[in-house]
């Protein structure tokens, strides 16, 4: 099964990106000079810190533009470093619930398919995007997490999709632990 992002979430993502377009306008020059990014966006950067109204709004989305093209994360690492920006937890975290709300489509999905057929799901069934979440965090319980997503698929207790995200949270933290991160 592919997955492919909704126009919603690509929406999201594109005003998480102009948000750390306005985050960035607000350093000074000299923290501008030390991001890890091309000239020309350090240049712009510093060009919209010294506009204001309409101009700087149109400079922003420009730059937005620019770094929707570009690996945000050095840009995302120096804000939550130097100021303290949540935008990269905030993206992670929302990472977490939509791989959350995959893994139970795959098991509703899967359970409607078995039903069809006069069967139960069987236990030793895993949802692929479980496969995909275990390459991305080798750390990850899958039982438990096939567990829950079961149950929730059974019962539609909202606290079932819960310990899924619980789940996957406390695996995504132990793997920033063990890469080094400080886990913020």
Same mark, same amino acid.
Request: aromatic share 6%; charged share 40%; hydrophobic share 35%.
């Given at each position: 099964?592919?997955?492919?992002? %909704? $126009?919603?979430? &690509?929406? !999201?993502?594109?005003?998480?990106? +102009?948000? @750390? ?63 303290? %920006? $949540?935008?990269? &937890?905030? !993206?992670?975290?929302?990472?977490? +619930?939509? @791989? ?78 063990s890469e080094g991160g400080t886990g913020r």
């Open positions: 099964m592919e997955y492919t992002l %909704s $126009k919603s979430e &690509k929406k !999201r993502r594109a005003k998480m990106v +102009e948000k @750390l377009a306005g985050e960035l306008v607000m350093l000074s020059p000299v923290e501008i000079n030390k991001l890890d990014c091309a000239a020309e966006i350090k240049e712009d950067l510093r060009e919209a810190g010294k506009l204001k109204g309409g101009a700087r709004k149109r400079l922003i989305k420009y730059i937005t533009k620019v770094l929707r093209r570009e690996n945000c994360e050095p840009l995302l690492d120096f804000l939550s470093k130097r100021k303290g %920006s $949540k935008l990269k &937890k905030n !993206r992670d975290f929302h990472e977490l +619930e939509r @791989l959350r709300d995959d893994i139970l489509s795959d098991t509703i999905q899967a359970d409607r398919e078995a039903r069809s057929y006069a069967e139960n799901l069987a236990q030793d069934w895993v949802a692929p995007t479980v496969e995909i979440a275990l390459k991305k965090m080798p750390g990850l319980d899958s039982d438990a997490l096939m567990k829950s997503a079961r149950s929730y698929c059974r019962t539609r207790k909202a606290a079932h999709s819960r310990e899924i995200f619980r789940t996957l949270k406390a695996a995504a933290e132990d793997l920033r632990f």
